[in-house]
């Protein structure tokens, strides 16, 4: 019997999908034809994001689309995994019963039995399942089942400069409005040797800038006896050649040390650039968050990276309306945004999660009320985010070419700028390949973004 023809829908974070990558790379192993389209495909994979209530709507309306082009005969099988998957697959099946499989995060080498289930093995898997009953594969998170875990095989979903490479997954924090350690379990880390060879895989590849991921970047190595941790993972990973820029994702504050922080100023391929959510600064509220740390800690730990790092690129993000969150401690917290300037901030509003601490404390505040706050700490980042855009007019710097271009526009990033969350530098003036680097020189901004062109004394490549 042919395998079927199949196409996946990816959503949530960059750690989901690593995992729609790795799936499909298994799928496509086993003869499976990968569709970049839906259209056409027999088996439609949707691998869910289950982290806040908007990613769960956001699922559901993409699998009831789905199930009418079941019921409509336009597809013969509908997959779904990923963490709503793990968080509520019941549920699930009981909202759309046109459900054919269910694949749960620690169950990713099930893919290719979820698809085509023709094989004896599956339906053993499945004895005592009713006529009708979706196949299942859902296990909890088990240390020796992720000992062997690598994302090697990849049929990567990003454009091929960049890939994101997951160092650990789970996560040890308790942060009290977080469903993440109760979907992806403790964190668990990968091997250093096993994270080398899947960079030295996706180098070969063609990928020139790998993006580390993990819930917690910075624990790196505790649960596998690392002692030098994500410092002294950098500092391998800087010694690859072949890779031109390394980026830091997922920082967690309390975790941040000398080491680290000396590591990132002095290995030359790791951009200055540290993604470092915060999430609040108020003492009261990071205390209600439990996210160790205080306000003093906080400012002391950015004062650190700004002092030792020239010239480092800080991200964060924010939660607004967290509850019981007064209108002091709100303007507490714009008055932080202002004052600390960071070159990128991304605010979300406080999402109710039942099973999590903060789900079952008084004083939840409004929705009106959080999104109006959501506005207002945007309205406080963007005039400074503008300026620093308006500031690299008359610089030089380097830019990656992300894309093709458009009336001879290509969009790109520098150093500085994350793919897929920052903002763009917009390069005029000149033809380029996707993944080349290109020295330009900054001649104004759009808002957020950038605009350049080339610096006509002198071009570089990404080697
Ligand atoms: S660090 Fe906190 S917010 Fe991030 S995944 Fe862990 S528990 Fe969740």
Redesign the pocket.
């Known amino acids: 019997m042919s395998k079927p023809t199949v196409s996946l829908v990816s959503l949530g974070c960059p750690k989901n999908l690593v995992d729609s990558e790795k799936m499909l790379g298994l799928l496509a192993e086993s003869g499976c034809a990968i569709a970049s389209e839906a259209v056409g495909a027999d088996v439609l994979v949707v691998n869910t994001c289950g982290f806040l209530a908007t990613s769960r709507d956001e699922a559901l309306g993409i699998l009831r689309d789905a199930a009418a082009r079941k019921r409509r005969g336009e597809i013969r099988r509908l997959v779904v995994a990923g963490c709503l998957v793990q968080r509520d697959g019941q549920r699930l099946v009981e909202e759309v019963p046109e459900i054919d499989a269910l694949v749960g995060v620690n169950n990713r080498e099930d893919i290719v039995r979820a698809v085509a289930p023709g094989s004896r093995r599956s339906a053993r898997a499945n004895g005592n399942r009713r006529p009708g009953e979706p196949l299942v594969f859902l296990a909890e998170y088990h240390p020796l089942r992720s000992k062997e875990w690598t994302d090697r095989a990849r049929v990567r979903l990003t454009p091929p400069h960049y890939a994101y490479v997951r160092i650990s997954e789970g ?1 040890d ?3 009290t409005f ?1 469903t ?2 109760s979907i992806r379990g403790p964190m668990h880390c990968k091997p250093v040797e096993r994270i080398l060879d899947e960079c030295r895989e996706m180098i070969d590849d063609g990928v020139r800038e790998l993006i580390l991921i993990g ?2 970047t910075t624990s790196y190595g505790r649960d596998i006896g690392y002692a030098p941790g994500l410092a002294g993972l950098l500092r391998e990973l800087d010694r690859l050649d072949g890779a031109t820029w390394i980026r830091l994702m997922y920082v ?1 504050p309390t975790e941040v040390d000398e080491a680290l922080i000396d590591a990132i100023a002095e290995c030359t391929r790791v951009v200055k650039y540290v993604d470092i959510p915060l999430q609040h600064i108020n003492d009261r509220v990071l205390k209600a968050m439990h996210r160790r740390i205080d306000r003093a800690g906080t400012e002391s730990l950015l004062r650190r990276l700004r002092d030792r790092i020239r010239g480092v690129s800080l991200r964060t993000t924010f939660i607004a309306g967290f509850p019981g969150e007064t209108d002091a401690e709100f303007a507490e917290l714009v008055e932080f945004v202002r004052e600390q300037r960071f070159d990128a901030v991304g605010v979300f509003p406080y999402s109710l999660e039942p099973e999590t601490p903060s789900g079952r404390m008084r004083h939840q505040l409004p929705q009106k009320v959080k999104q109006s706050r959501v506005a207002a700490l945007m309205e406080a980042q963007q005039p400074i985010a503008f300026e620093k855009a308006r500031a690299m007019a008359g610089r030089r710097f380097d830019v990656v070419i992300d894309a093709f271009g458009r009336d001879g526009v290509y969009p790109g990033r520098h150093a500085g700028q994350a793919p897929e969350i920052d903002s763009v530098t917009y390069v005029r003036g000149g033809e380029f390949d996707v993944g080349q680097l290109v020295r330009v020189r900054g001649t104004g901004s759009d808002g957020y973004d950038v605009l350049a062109v080339p610096n006509t004394t002198g071009l570089s490549v990404l080697q």
């Open positions: 996560c924090q308790k942060c977080c993440i350690p819930q917690d967690y």
